[in-house]
């Protein structure tokens, strides 16, 4: 018993290290990325502004056509959940307030970062994965190419433009979803639905849900980063920590939402 | 212009290791300017972190490595940028990046590190693809490369800067005799009309003796032969003649067996 329990204590703590590591390997690659960012230029190793944008295009405008559908039906899901709620108190009229809230504080932040750490996220993780057991990464080190200013800088800032300005696409598609719902069956107008939303929401909320989502797309960047930049043992391990830098950032958003919520929303 | 008198590489007293177990037991090396110096030896023979080394792309727990009189090791980040774009690194796979054309990836560190316009790099990268037999295949994705293509195409990117180092790994494994022979003509070729220094990292004997002005030969982390060609060949040590005579004596005296071997068959 005192061996297995030792055992267990070792395994514990190996995780943790390799955990802190991790996070520190994070910062690392932020604080790098950020001086490539401002100082590369005057280095001779600007960040080329043509890769940030055909990352932001691979992230954000590749992503539009599933992100809508998603924020859509999530829309149109907040109203029916809203109205059937607000019935047992005979307040379905205040539904648009309940829905605006939960759209632009809460829902399109967190399900713009969740599809965008499994569709980018991953594709960073096996894309830095794939050049690492590919040896290209060595390559651009010995090109006297930076690598985390070439391959972590680019879609570091197309994620933090990005996200947040898909965070606001999925405002837009989930409140037009939810209103489509609300005006179908609570005989208001769709002018007077957009009133009641406008009217509900403040600059704070806005900025709340977009403060978190700059938020989730560092952490997103980083997460895939750090996942691709230890891949071993071939097209096995490219697939492995692809699935671990998905399980991560998810785990991450979630975890940074809650802690979010914890210190601004109470 | 290289001067054979003085050196281009030199390594003193490197030792390295791999968690607990010591990988190069410390090589004393130094290669002068314009010659091609082969590094050879067996499997684990420590021919691949000494190239790692020499690379600046692992950290000795002893030692020194100059490249061009610079200790790399020594040199702060931005100067060893600096000095890494005059040499050249043609990876063992390759290591061309999978995303770009193979005019593009040739191309690569032109557009990093010069303010050439498009159309010079075009022609740059156009003649550099003469110069290995590539002629015409600029469009390829490295993908729709075979195996000898795809190190010619790397040897074109290696000398696309018109490097003064250029460092070869493998450069003829795994190629069938013809194409490996073409491999090592142009090496020949480059070092003669680009007087450039040349490693190359090889455990194909018959290809190392072909181009080899001077050898190296290790044996678990040590050097047990460094010299000319007739110098190794002559080496009394048993540990070199048992790596010349295996060889040979596989390939010359019963081809057959050899080949039968080398697809499994026995």
């Known amino acids: ?266 | 212009m290289s001067d054979p008198s003085s050196v281009a590489i030199e390594v003193a007293g490197l030792v390295s290791y791999y968690g607990q177990r010591q990988v190069l037991k410390g090589v004393d090396l130094s290669v002068r300017d314009g010659e091609i110096m082969v590094i050879m030896g067996s499997s684990g023979s420590g021919k691949s972190t000494l190239l790692n080394h020499l690379l600046g792309l692992l950290y000795p727990a002893k030692g020194v490595v100059r490249l061009l009189g610079q200790d790399i090791n020594r040199l702060p980040a931005l100067e060893l940028l600096e000095l890494r774009r005059r040499i050249g690194v043609a990876f063992q796979s390759g290591a061309l990046f999978s995303s770009l054309t193979v005019a593009e990836n040739i191309m690569l560190p032109l557009r990093e590190h010069s303010d050439l316009d498009e159309k010079t790099m075009e022609i740059i990268a156009r003649l550099k693809l003469e110069v290995v037999n590539l002629a015409g295949f600029g469009h390829l994705k490295p993908d729709e490369l075979s195996g000898g293509m795809a190190k010619r195409a790397a040897l074109a990117r290696a000398i696309v800067m018109d490097p003064r180092l250029l460092f070869c790994d493998e450069p003829s494994a795994g190629l069938d005799p013809v194409v490996s022979s073409a491999i090592d003509e142009l090496i020949l070729r480059l070092r003669d009309a680009m007087r450039m220094t040349i490693v190359v990292v090889t455990h194909e004997l018959e290809s190392a003796f072909r181009i080899a002005d001077r050898l190296c030969v290790l044996d678990q982390g040590e050097i047990i032969a460094l010299g000319s060609k007739d110098e190794v060949r002559q080496s009394a040590d048993e540990r070199v003649q048992n790596l010349l005579n295996r060889r040979s004596r596989e390939v010359t005296l019963d081809p057959d067996a050899y080949v039968r071997r080398l697809f499994g068959e026995e």
């Open chain 1, 1 to 266: 018993m005192p061996g297995r329990l030792s055992g267990l204590a070792e395994r514990v703590g190996r995780a943790t290290l390799q955990g802190l590591d991790e996070v520190g390997f994070a910062a690392v690659l932020l604080g790098e990325s950020l001086y490539w960012l401002v100082l590369g230029r005057r280095k001779r190793q600007p960040v080329r502004v043509s890769s940030v944008f055909r990352q932001a295009r691979e992230i954000g405008i590749d992503a539009i056509p599933i992100l809508t559908l998603l924020t859509f039906t999530i829309g149109v899901m907040l109203a029916i959940q809203g109205i059937y709620t607000l019935r047992t108190f005979g307040a379905e009229s205040r539904v648009a307030t309940g829905i605006a809230l939960s759209v632009v504080r809460e829902f399109s932040s967190l399900i713009t970062g969740v599809l965008i750490a499994g569709r980018s996220g991953s594709a960073l993780a096996a894309r830095l994965g794939t050049m690492k057991i590919n040896q290209e990464i060595d390559a651009l080190t010995v090109m006297g190419i930076e690598p985390v200013r070439y391959l972590v800088a680019p879609p570091l800032v197309a994620m933090v433009v990005m996200v947040p300005a898909l965070t606001m696409w999925s405002h837009l598609v989930a409140l037009f979803g939810a209103g489509l719902y609300v005006t179908s069956t609570q005989g208001i107008s769709f002018g007077a639905y957009v009133s009641q939303v406008v009217e509900a929401l403040g600059l704070g909320d806005l900025s709340h849900g977009l403060a978190k989502s700059a938020i989730f797309a560092v952490l997103i960047t980083l997460v895939g980063v750090v996942n691709g930049a230890l891949v071993t043992g071939g097209a096995e391990g490219v697939g492995r920590m692809t699935t671990r830098s998905v399980v991560h950032a998810i785990s991450a958003i979630v975890i940074t939402d809650m802690i979010f919520a914890f210190a601004v929303t109470r």
